[in-house]
């Protein structure tokens, strides 16, 4: 499969992390990113090969300078709910493939899911969605699916755990289950032996049944 070619309207913060923790060498054939803001160019340009476009998102022209029809990915990431709207709805136009916006009203999201818009990241139901499943998942764990025969267990990783602090080659679920993805709180990854359980740690564990939690727990 061909590497995406993403255009970023709105290089805030969220543009910035994103594209820190993403390895645009490897995983991207071009970025670009559009921001009004031009004490925001050096920042990008530090992080790897991005072209960076001073420019407003509601100016139609700004899209000129761009091909959009080779455009794979648009990221809509402005702090206005209704401009990353209109940002979409653009895209849709250039029949841009994968559209995904940030935004803060969940009815704008319903509105931009209803029209086929796009993908909306809800951010503050996404933010209150973890924490709510951390806080069910620190006593006892939670049962998030099953796959196939099997559960998919969510475990959060507290001080009193006897596993904090141990290394994932350290915590032996025996047959009984498999921890397959980890998430420290800045990224979701395939753990390895060598990391280190940290209080706040999730773990994802595909397990037979929920008595492979009380070997996390305690």
Same mark, same amino acid.
């Given at each position: 499969?061909?590497?995406p070619r $993403?255009?970023?309207?709105?290089?805030?913060?969220v543009?910035?992390?994103?594209?820190?923790?993403?390895n645009?060498?490897?995983e991207? &054939?071009?970025?670009?990113?559009?921001?009004?803001?031009?004490?925001r160019?050096?920042? =990008?340009?530090?992080?790897?090969?991005?072209?960076?476009?001073?420019g407003d998102?509601?100016?139609?022209?700004i899209?000129n &300078?761009?091909?959009?029809?080779?455009?794979t990915?648009?990221?809509?990431?402005?702090?206005s709910?209704?401009?990353?709207?209109?940002?979409?709805?653009i895209?849709?136009?250039f029949?841009i493939?994968?559209?995904? /916006?940030? =935004?803060?009203?969940?009815k $704008?999201?319903?509105?931009?899911?209803?029209l086929?818009? /796009?993908?909306? $990241?809800?951010?503050?139901?996404?933010v209150?969605?973890?924490?709510?499943?951390?806080?069910?998942?620190i !006593?006892? /764990?939670?049962?998030?699916?099953?796959?196939?025969?099997?559960?998919m267990?969510?475990?959060?990783? !507290?001080?009193?755990?006897?596993?904090?602090?141990?290394s994932?080659?350290?915590?032996?679920?025996? &047959?009984?289950g498999?921890?397959?993805?980890?998430?420290?709180?800045?990224k979701?990854? $395939?753990?390895?032996?060598?990391d280190?359980?940290?209080?706040?740690?999730?773990?994802?564990?595909?397990?037979?049944?929920? &008595?492979?939690?009380?070997?996390?727990? /305690?």
């Amino acid at each position: 499969m061909a590497r995406p070619r $993403i255009l970023i309207i709105g290089g805030g913060k969220v543009a910035e992390h994103l594209l820190t923790l993403f390895n645009i060498h490897e995983e991207a &054939e071009e970025v670009i990113v559009v921001d009004k803001d031009p004490r925001r160019r050096s920042i =990008f340009e530090k992080i790897g090969d991005v072209l960076v476009l001073e420019g407003d998102a509601t100016d139609i022209g700004i899209y000129n &300078e761009i091909n959009m029809k080779d455009i794979t990915v648009i990221l809509a990431l402005t702090n206005s709910d209704e401009v990353n709207l209109m940002v979409l709805a653009i895209a849709k136009s250039f029949n841009i493939p994968i559209r995904i /916006g940030r =935004f803060t009203d969940s009815k $704008i999201a319903e509105l931009v899911s209803s029209l086929g818009l /796009g993908i909306p $990241i809800v951010q503050p139901v996404v933010v209150a969605n973890i924490i709510a499943q951390i806080i069910s998942s620190i !006593s006892n /764990g939670k049962v998030i699916g099953n796959v196939g025969e099997d559960k998919m267990l969510m475990v959060s990783i !507290s001080e009193a755990d006897p596993v904090a602090e141990s290394s994932i080659r350290n915590v032996d679920l025996g &047959e009984d289950g498999k921890i397959i993805l980890l998430f420290n709180g800045l990224k979701l990854k $395939i753990p390895e032996p060598s990391d280190i359980l940290k209080p706040g740690n999730i773990l994802f564990i595909l397990a037979r049944n929920e &008595e492979v939690i009380r070997k996390i727990k /305690g």
